[in-house]
């Protein structure tokens, strides 16, 4: 049975399709086979994968809204043992087709249940809002990893984003835990971002990842050529910081239950 990861901000720009495809690819080079969902209309882990647009292609859009199946839908990326369920401009409306339907918070959960078991992860890429895509990525998911940009309103736009869990978890999802707050577009020469760490510690405890992505040219450039970090620069210190959030995520799945019960919402 997979551990499904969803990777959620409401702010934009923070690093979520970043890390979904470079956590996706560094876990697959140490644990595969990982799934990467694309949850997001903007579609940015598809094409930072290799996939140009395609009308023709089917989506997790497909697999929500017809008679297609999830595992139909699953797509061969570049990167050994990396797998992805791509996504699509079509997904925009998908808030208002899912809010006609029962139980439509369960939608994502119902439909990806048979593919828990093909996979050691699945990371979720949900859009930067709190709409219905990402209240069903919650729900089907048993932690979220919270990426936060090293910026002055942090520490408030990663509480707002934990009250949201503790409703979810009272009223939809009780093992929905918190995987890690996860530091990124760190710059060690500035008294901002050593602030923004140390508010984050103090505040989360060890919910902070002890590992923090540096702000670098070679992580912001491999998305326009398609390809995750690993294959665009396997030596950058983007690609290293991936690496170790990788080994760090997964030996937080080594240690079991007991370590998630602990990075539980309150």
């Known amino acids: ?46 094409a930072g994968l290799g996939f140009a647009k395609d009308p023709l292609r089917r989506s997790v859009y497909h697999g929500l809204f017809s008679e297609a199946q999830m595992e139909d839908l699953v797509t061969k990326t570049p990167v050994e043992g ?12 998908a808030t208002l087709e899912l809010a006609e339907k029962p139980g439509r918070e369960q939608t994502l ?78 710059d060690e020469r500035t008294n901002l971002s050593q602030q923004v760490r140390d508010d984050l510690r103090d505040f989360f405890g060890d919910q902070v990842f002890d590992t923090f992505i540096p702000r670098n040219v070679r992580l912001a450039e491999a998305p326009s050529y398609g390809k995750p970090i690993s294959l665009y620069d396997p030596l950058c210190r983007g690609a290293q910081s991936y690496l170790q959030l990788a080994k760090e995520v997964i030996r937080h799945d080594q240690e079991g239950t007991g370590t998630r019960a602990e990075r539980a919402a309150p």
């Open 1 to 46: 049975m997979s551990i499904t990861i969803a990777i959620a901000n409401q702010k934009g720009g923070v690093g979520k399709t970043t890390t979904a495809i470079n956590l996706g690819a560094a876990l697959a080079s140490l644990n595969s086979p990982i799934l990467i969902i694309d949850f997001d209309p903007q579609a940015n882990a598809t």
């Open 82 to 93: 990396l797998f992805l369920l791509p996504s699509e401009k079509n997904l925009v409306g």
């Open 109 to 186: 959960a119902r439909k990806i249940a048979p593919l828990r078991d093909r996979f050691n992860f699945i990371l979720i890429d949900c859009p930067p809002s709190l709409d219905l895509l990402t209240l069903n990525a919650l729900v089907a998911a048993d932690s979220v990893l919270v990426p936060v940009q090293c910026e002055y309103f942090a520490l408030e736009g990663v509480s707002e984003l934990l009250d949201t869990l503790i409703r979810i978890r009272r009223s939809h999802n009780s093992r929905l835990s918190v995987e890690g707050i996860l530091l990124t577009m760190y």
